[in-house]
T-cell receptor, first 113, second 112 residues
């Protein structure tokens, strides 16, 4: 099972602030993902990466950006937070391969006032 | 566009009963996953199903896949309270795109 970490776990911030949500994994997985989940709802893929220097957009249009400079690290940045960004953000990682089960981090619960 | 539909979305059942959650998906995919989520927690992987007719079991949970019907089922046998959670199915996006498309989840409450 993957060890995957997210910080902060909870964040309350004002409109217009720049924020970065951190995600790190220690299993050497090539693939990493960001999903957005509103309470009690399904997850939506917003970004993913196949490896270092690779980033792709997911299904859900997002004003966030991501980077992948190191294998273990996949931060997500919002340049100017808005109340519509209030949600839970879940990071996941997986090995490359057909049975590439995604292992999820604990999530960051973001509230933008 | 891949769509994943689960039903029921809400299920309240008694301990000791059996029940099945259904997951339909709209386009061909070679991977289907079941996850569990407890309130306020992250997702826990339960099963990955990769081929037509695949069946996997863990304790009181059994998952199956019919790729021709684009249907997966999660069967609960003799439910116990500890199985109360939200269960998500997710399908590989395919077509050169990575990541998963999730169903809306089945919120399961098991009452004594």
């Amino acid at each position: 099972e993957a060890d995957i970490y997210q910080t902060p776990r909870y964040l309350v911030i004002g409109t217009g602030k720049k924020i970065t949500l951190e995600c790190s994994q220690t299993m050497g997985h090539d693939k990493m993902y960001w999903y957005q989940q509103d309470p009690g709802m399904e997850l939506h893929l917003i970004h993913y990466s196949y490896g270092v220097n690779s980033t792709e957009k997911g299904d859900l249009s997002s004003e966030s950006t991501v980077s992948r400079i190191r294998t273990e690290h996949f931060p997500l940045t919002l340049e100017s937070a808005r109340p519509s960004h209030t949600s839970q953000y879940l990071c996941a990682s997986s090995e490359s391969g057909r049975a590439d089960t995604q292992y999820f981090g604990p999530g960051t619960r973001l509230t933008v006032l | 566009e891949l769509k994943v539909e689960q039903n029921p979305l809400f299920l309240s059942m008694q301990e000791g009963k059996n029940y099945t959650i259904y997951c339909n998906y709209s386009t061909t995919s070679d991977r289907l996953y079941w996850y569990r989520q407890d309130p306020g927690k992250s997702l826990e992987s339960l099963f990955v199903l990769l081929s037509n007719g695949a069946v996997k079991q863990e304790g009181r949970l059994m998952a199956s896949l019919d790729t021709k019907a684009r249907l997966s089922t999660l069967h609960i046998t003799a439910a116990v309270h500890d199985l109360s959670a939200t269960y998500f199915c997710a399908v590989g996006r395919g077509g050169g795109a990575d990541g998963l498309t999730f169903g809306k989840g089945t919120h399961l409450i098991i009452q004594p």
